[in-house]
């Protein structure tokens, strides 16, 4: 199995930033999709952000274009969550995820997923 472990999570005031980082480890795939997901209490499991693991193709949730971007190292197998602007809303469980395909945007298509780093923001 890939292990996924995230780091970078924490309480932050309303209008800062946070970088959260995701390292894989174990069997790698030529072509792995990447995904940062969060769950706030009471609401579902979203789609924050993903990246194809080559091609540079990126997809973004509504609630959050314009403030996050994902990016990724290869050479690491490193994925990374830069939130700017955060707002209270942000505040989740962040998750990142990993598929088998070149790209996804939904949770089903993830196979492997980290046990997600919190992160909290204050007003």
């Known amino acids: 199995q890939v292990h996924l472990v995230e780091s970078g999570g924490g309480l932050v005031q309303a209008g800062g930033s946070l970088r959260l980082s995701c390292a894989a480890s174990?069997?790698?795939?030529?072509?792995?999709?990447m995904g940062w997901f969060r769950q706030a209490p009471g609401k579902e499991r979203d789609v924050v952000a993903t990246?194809?693991?080559?091609?540079?193709?990126?997809y973004y949730a509504d609630s959050v274009k314009g403030r996050f971007t994902i990016s990724r190292d290869n050479a690491k197998n490193t994925v990374f969550l830069q939130m700017n602007s955060l707002n209270v809303e942000d505040t989740a469980v962040y998750y990142c995820?990993?598929?088998?395909?070149?790209?996804?945007?939904?949770?089903?298509?993830?196979?492997?997923w980290g046990r997600g780093t919190q992160v909290t923001v204050s007003s």
């Open positions: 995820a990993a598929a088998r395909v070149s790209i996804a945007t939904t949770s089903t298509r993830y196979d492997y």
């Open positions: 174990g069997r790698t795939f030529s072509d792995y999709a």
């Open positions: 990246i194809s693991w080559s091609g540079g193709t990126t």
